[in-house]
């Protein structure tokens, strides 16, 4: 089974710090069931939660158990690294999440009622824009307070290049005005922007 | 917050199973999904990793030894005034 997984730059594990070998190699779990011994990947519908330096693309043998977000596998090994999963596009994929957390707040402006302030946040042409207006109206617009106050945060994460932290803000984001179905659709959506922007199978994303 | 996410105040409550290997596989997802976002709680896992690693190397002192002749000379004048 092909799947992907992300890691540290050297192709350290980011929680477990194992040093993965070179595509070639192959790498055992001598059981499964406690997960830190498994070998770990992730489905491109999972690809957000998991954004760390350097993605790769691997294949799990033996049996392949879905656990939450992640797949876990008695072997793998990687395959090739999506080259495209650079900085630069870290960077991108923070920017678009936070215009989203962005349109969610101005989103949440309208059903309160504040067409004005809605018009003024969705002009903001730069996330430096978006922070400022989003803490200026926070001050005053009580009841969409919290959903300005987290495309403020969105902003500012971006803007420090925390494209994991601009993802989890925006599907809050989302979940503040729809619920749960809105975090979903969120991370759908995220998950969708990542296997586009780098160009990934996208088999299992529905 | 969804009841399926862990935050910084129930990561902090979960860090010495977290060291020491012990959450249970869904714990453990929940808790490695919350660092790969969360810089602050990275921070203080990095910061008891050190605090460990540095305690790690005191070296061993003797817990009982003979105390400084000025101190048993103190107590024993002390005894003497006493008595």
């Known amino acids: ?206 | 917050m969804h009841p399926d996410e862990v935050t910084c105040r129930q990561f902090i409550e979960l860090i010495t199973d977290y060291f020491e290997d012990a959450l249970e596989p869904p714990t453990l997802d929940r808790v490695e999904e919350h660092l790969v976002m969360c810089d602050w709680c990275v921070t203080y896992l990095e910061q008891m990793q050190a605090t460990i690693a540095a305690l790690g190397e005191l070296r061993t002192e003797p817990t009982h030894r003979e105390p400084e002749p000025e101190v048993l000379s103190a107590l024993a004048s002390r005894g003497r005034d006493r008595a």
């Open chain 1, 1 to 206: 089974m092909i799947a992907y997984k992300f890691l540290r730059h050297g192709r350290v594990g980011p929680f477990s710090g194992f040093a993965w070998p070179p595509p070639g190699g192959w790498v055992t779990a001598a059981e499964t069931d406690r997960c830190r011994r498994g070998v770990h990947a992730c489905r491109p519908r999972d690809l957000p939660w998991w954004l760390a330096d350097e993605l790769w693309e691997v294949e799990l043998a033996g049996e392949v158990r879905v656990a939450g977000h992640k797949l876990v596998a008695p072997a793998g090994g990687l395959i090739r690294r999506v080259e495209r999963w650079t900085t630069v596009a870290a960077r991108e994929f923070a920017d678009a999440c936070a215009w989203r957390a962005r349109d969610h707040a101005v989103r949440r402006l309208k059903l309160t009622r504040h067409p004005s302030d809605a018009v003024t946040l969705a002009a903001c042409a730069t996330l430096d824009d978006v922070l400022g207006v989003a803490r200026g109206l926070a001050e005053e617009v009580v009841d969409a307070r919290v959903s300005l106050t987290i495309a403020g945060d969105g902003a500012v994460r971006a803007l420090t290049g925390a494209a994991p932290t601009s993802a989890y803000i925006a599907a809050h984001a989302a979940e503040r005005l729809d619920g749960r179905d809105g975090y979903d659709a969120e991370r759908a959506w995220q998950s969708r922007w990542l296997v586009d922007r780098l160009a990934l199978g996208a088999d299992e994303l529905e």
